[in-house]
């Protein structure tokens, strides 16, 4: 038997699922297949941001001087997929203005996408059937309480109703925390659920480095603690979307140095005019942008990471710790206003 099945099976009964259906929509997140098609809705209601038309400055002219790729280990060169610096001219495009959180992924969840994969290993995974968990004795739940939900309690000497409202607070406190495990599938899928889509890379680097061609979202000095990229501990490592009032840029848009890295819709591709070759330009990877909180190696707390000009791939199935994303969309015609999304 396979270990912990047994309270992943209590979990998969809990939301009237079976412990194969379960595996699978866990699976499915990494497996390069057509994910499920999720009925669309209007909006999400997250917040978005108005990123004015203009010429923007991308890519930089940089070089490693210092030989520092090569220290630390870096597979590719450090700066030259940024060249050359040159300006792209964009019409005015919205942004979210944080990251995508669980609360609003567990709504596309509940419209028939598969889930995270960590939600089973977290136990928000109960979150989209509360109701099942009621209908649990209090042994089962107090055996959740610990291997799943992780509580700092005493689960045997709590009754079920604190049990219950324990667990309540456990969801509350993980909905405003970014969703991760995702690939670009998924987040692809997830905004254009939304009436929305993922960001041009250009898209992305125009709302963090502003009109003022900013290093980093904040301007162009680099500090320490100004992202959450894995100096602070926070209990998923993921902290909630907005904690970060200094990873800011120009134009309000948060956490783009930090908390999570994010995918972009484009493929990984040299720039117009660029020299640098690489054997991963084409269309095998897709583009992420800005620095997480580093997962377990912690990296990303390196300047080089933070930068608004810094590119990086992966393939477009990978669901890592530290990867989610946010969406755009073109400027709406009407004035409609947009609406903020539920905190938790």
Known sequence: MRTGVSMIAVLSAALGLNWSVATQAADAVH???????????????????HIPEGDYVIGSNKIDKTDFGREFGNTK??????????KARLPAFMIDKFEVTNTLYREFVKRGYNPPENWLDTGYIVSLRPEKLDKLDVEQIRKLAVSRFKLDVDAR???????LEAIKKRWDAMGPLPVTYVSWFDADQYCKSVGKRLPKEVEWEAAARGTKTNEFPWGNDFAP???NT???????GVSPVGSYQTDMSEFGVLDLAGNVSEWVADWYKPYAGSDYKSDNFGEQFKVFRGAGWGGSSGHYALELFQRTAYRANLPPDAANADLGFRCAADVPKSSTKIRQAPKN
């Open 77 to 86: 060169a450090w700066y030259l997929d940024e060249h050359p610096e040159h």
């Open 230 to 236: 894995g100096e602070e501990d926070w209990e998923y």
């Open 225 to 227: 603690g100004k992202s």
């Open 157 to 163: 000497t709590l009754s079920k109703e604190d049990l």
């Open 31 to 49: 497996a390069k297949q057509k994910p499920l098609v999720s009925k669309p809705v209007k909006s999400d209601g997250a917040e978005m941001i």
